[in-house]
């Protein structure tokens, strides 16, 4: 099974009417995707009842990725708002279990950063990090290098098999030691996740300029780049149950675009057609 999404949905503005409020567009959102990656979570550990409010306006058999809090992923800049690593980690898990009680939580996604690179230390952080989470679903998805060099590659792919660890597979430009290629290797039989951030190669460093994130994920995918995803997620359909796919290339307003592209791609039918729809194409 494939499931098609994007990540947040705030932002998207072809999906809604003139006159959507902000908190009725989660609901209008999944009338479009069975799945959704929550990324308010990386910025802060939301309350447990904003979680259950989602899972309640959502419809039964729709999914959340959640991104794992900045704190836990060795991203946050500045005082922690938690007493240790333990409170963090033990608050974050309790915030999400309304979506798990729904039986609505596909994964927690832990992003890693540029930084996090492969080190005898950093292995030994993601077991610790996996023990945290317990049964809970975890995804990881690395932003350097070092990870899948010819060297270690094949050793990331068993430790991540071994530890239980599922696979963010990425498809972004390949711009230095702070990029990743498109490993098309699933490590847990149940799910695979795959995230679309572009390939805008010369935006996807510049970090140190005030409008970097605009600049990382402004592309658009063409035609024959999302057929050729196609093929290549076809091919993963054999080694896992189910890939959840999300589009992050949502700068320049691409993502909900591209994504009814693909689905209509891969034969799936889109739940509704968005205002504006015909001249994403």
């Known amino acids: 099974m494939i499931q098609i999404g994007l990540a947040g949905w705030g932002d998207h503005d072809d999906l809604y009417g003139e006159g959507t409020t902000s908190r009725d567009k989660l609901k209008v959102y999944s009338r479009h995707f069975p799945i959704v990656e929550v990324d308010s979570s990386f910025y802060a550990v939301q309350a447990e009842t904003t979680y259950e409010r989602w899972a309640n306006e959502t419809p039964e058999e729709f999914g959340f990725i959640i991104k794992a809090y900045q704190g836990m992923t060795g991203h946050l800049r500045g005082k922690s708002p938690f007493s240790d690593e333990a409170a963090m980690f033990q608050a974050f898990v309790a915030s ?17 950063p540029p930084w996090f690179d492969c080190t005898r230390a950093n292995v030994q952080k993601l077991r610790e990090t996996k023990q945290r989470m317990g049964e809970i679903p975890v995804a990881l998805e690395f932003r350097h290098q070092s990870w899948f060099t010819p060297e270690m590659k094949d050793k990331t792919l068993s430790f991540m098999e071994t530890e239980g660890w599922m696979h963010s597979i990425c498809d972004e430009p390949q711009a230095g ?3 990743v290629p498109t490993v098309l290797h699933p490590t847990v039989r149940s799910m695979t996740m795959v995230r679309f951030h572009g390939r805008n190669k010369d935006g996807w460093n510049q970090g140190g300029a005030s ?29 896992t149950d189910e890939i959840c796919v999300i589009f992050n290339n949502n700068s320049g307003g691409d993502a909900a675009g591209n994504a009814k592209q693909l689905m209509e791609l891969l034969g799936m039918q889109p739940k509704e057609n968005a205002p504006k729809q015909l001249d994403l194409f």
């Open 211 to 239: 409008d970097w994130r605009e600049a990382r994920y402004l592309y658009r995918y063409s035609r024959e780049e999302l057929i050729e995803w196609k093929h290549q997620l076809e091919e993963l359909q054999v080694k």
């Open 96 to 112: 999400i279990r309304p979506v798990q009680a729904a039986g609505k939580l596909k994964t927690v996604l832990f992003q890693y």
């Open 177 to 179: 030691a702070g990029s």
